[in-house]
């Protein structure tokens, strides 16, 4: 029996000979068969969404979004098993069913629920691909038939999706999973000048759903309408903003920081924008 922490582990058995194979894997909760891949020793794959087995060296993988394990036979009188971090708020575990000849042994790995994290602090910087990058986006069309000439207010930045919109993206799969209980806000930056990022404390929640708060712009514009059909649009200028972001977790067994890196990204209207008539 393997016993293993929430944040995973590795162990390495050894056998007094190699006659034995790996006949399959079991997930304890339910007895079943688990799937997954299977590579050669030199990471070739030989099978991928299979019942996990193998009978000489190589490597079988079944990693979750939030577990999963590695194991590697190395040689054929040894073992690897690395378990990666549960953050599914469950204990897991699994049973490696060995097989020679007709006798059968198992090696049962048990892997305990995580106490989670806690926040610690988040710091923002700007990498190469970061900064600041304006486009165009066509807004609301205007038609009309007239008779006679008249004057025509509208809200350049009206119409349907013109809003502040941000998110928190990262590629790590357990980037929202361990605080999104805690409704964390974050200090976002407002600005970016000469390199530097500039806060006002101005806040969004740490979440992997999108932030949505009103643009802002108020203010009325007045076009003349000629007489007869016309046609115009707005053409909007946008900004996006892309920085880089480390948040600081502190584990509550072990007291030990894990860091998750991502990106914040936030599009939104920089109030400028364009009558254009069309013929």
């Avoid at 299979?50 to 036979?73: P, Q």
């Avoid at 690897?80 to 020679?100: A, D, M, P």
């Avoid at 530097?196 to 101005?202: A, L, M, P």
Wanted: charged share 25%.
């Amino acid at each position: 029996m393997i016993e293993m922490e929430a944040e995973g582990g590795e162990a390495e058995i050894y056998f007094p000979n190699g006659d034995w194979h790996i006949a399959k894997v079991i997930n304890q909760n339910g007895h079943s068969n688990i799937h997954g891949s299977i590579f050669s020793l030199n990471g070739e794959m030989i099978k991928e969404n299979s019942v996990l087995s193998l009978d000489e060296e190589g490597e079988i993988r079944a990693i979750w979004g939030n577990k999963g394990f590695v194991i590697t036979r190395v040689t054929q009188s040894s073992l690897k098993i690395l378990v990666k971090e549960n953050s599914t708020g469950e204990e897991f575990g699994f049973l490696v069913v060995l097989q020679s000849g007709e006798e059968f042994k198992e090696i049962k790995v048990n892997q305990k629920k995580s106490l989670g994290y806690q926040f610690h602090n988040v710091e923002f910087s700007l990498k190469e691909e970061d900064g600041d990058s304006l486009f165009v986006k066509k807004g609301t069309t205007y038609r009309f038939n007239v008779q006679t000439s008249q004057e025509f207010s509208f809200s350049p930045y009206g119409g349907i999706d013109v809003e502040n919109q941000s998110n928190f993206v990262s590629s790590e799969k357990d980037a929202f999973v361990w605080i999104e209980n805690d409704s964390v806000m974050l200090e976002v930056p407002i600005d970016i000048y000469n390199n530097e990022i500039y806060f006002n404390g101005e806040e969004r929640l740490y979440s992997k759903y999108t932030s949505v708060k009103p643009h802002g712009f108020e203010e009325k514009d007045t076009v003349t309408i000629p007489p007869g059909k016309s046609v115009f649009f707005i053409e909007q200028e946008w900004r996006k903003r892309q920085v880089s972001y480390k948040l600081s977790l502190t584990n509550n067994r072990t007291g030990d920081e894990k860091n998750i890196e991502g990106k914040w990204i936030e599009v939104a209207p920089t109030g400028k924008y364009n009558v254009q008539w069309q013929d």
